[in-house]
């Protein structure tokens, strides 16, 4: 089945632990990109990647880290959060060039 | 600054009845997009309009792209409960954005009642 994958899906943790969120998707697509949705201020991208080894930041990239090492796998890393990324977390990914994005299930973080 | 502003920011309706929400930006975009969320998972793509005036049908949804392509618009007929979701808009890459970053809209939140 073509999807956009997300692990974990929820996760509590304390200020300054890093952690990393996955991200895998098996459609073969160059495009992926990283959002996070909180109320009143809609979904803002975070940061995306047009191919392996190439990311670029989107609107709100501070506290944040990425990597593409691999086409099929983009995870976020958050070296030393803050309760401020407590947000809902959402992957996507897409064909170059073309404007659909298949979004993952999404990763619930609160940072306490 | 936010490019694109929907309205209404919530609606809450009774099935069967007609609902059109909107999408409007200061700026002509060449391109459109429209996504529903649904509670617990993540957007999916309704639809993308590319030329001013376009309309698509997508079974009781029609989408309508603003001659000037500044604004956009989503009508429903006889809603259904399962039209209950979380609306947005977005605009791809170029249009008032650097290439590849995709901006949304806040959403429109419809709430359709039994």
């Known amino acids: 089945e073509a999807q956009v994958t997300q692990n974990p899906r929820y996760l509590i943790t304390v200020t300054g632990k890093k952690l990393t969120v996955t991200c895998s998707q098996n459609m073969n697509h160059e495009y992926m990109s990283w959002y996070r949705q909180d109320p009143g201020l809609g979904l803002r991208q975070i940061y995306y990647?047009?191919?392996?080894?190439?990311?670029d930041k989107g609107d709100v990239p501070e506290g944040y880290k990425v990597s593409r090492k691999e086409k099929r796998n983009f995870p976020l890393i958050l070296e030393s959060p803050s309760p401020n990324q407590t947000s809902l977390y959402f992957c996507?990914?897409?064909?170059?060039?073309?404007?659909?994005?298949?979004f993952g299930p999404g990763t619930r973080l609160t940072v306490l | 600054t936010q490019l694109l502003e929907q309205s209404p920011q919530f609606l809450s309706i009774q099935e069967g009845e007609n609902l059109t929400v909107y999408c409007n930006s200061s700026?002509?975009?060449?391109?459109l997009q429209w996504y529903r969320q649904e509670p617990g998972e993540g957007p999916v793509l309704l639809v993308t309009v590319v030329t001013g005036g376009e309309v698509k049908k997508l079974k009781r949804l029609t989408f309508q792209f603003g001659d000037a392509r500044k604004d956009s618009s989503l009508h429903i007929t006889a809603a259904q409960p399962g039209d209950t979701g979380l609306y947005l808009c977005a605009l791809r890459g170029g249009d008032g954005g650097s290439q590849g970053n995709l901006i949304f809209g806040k959403g429109t939140k419809l709430s359709v009642k039994p």
């Open positions: 996507a990914s897409g064909f170059r060039g073309r404007s659909e994005q298949f």
């Open positions: 700026s002509v975009f060449s391109s």
């Open positions: 990647s047009m191919n392996v080894e190439v990311t």
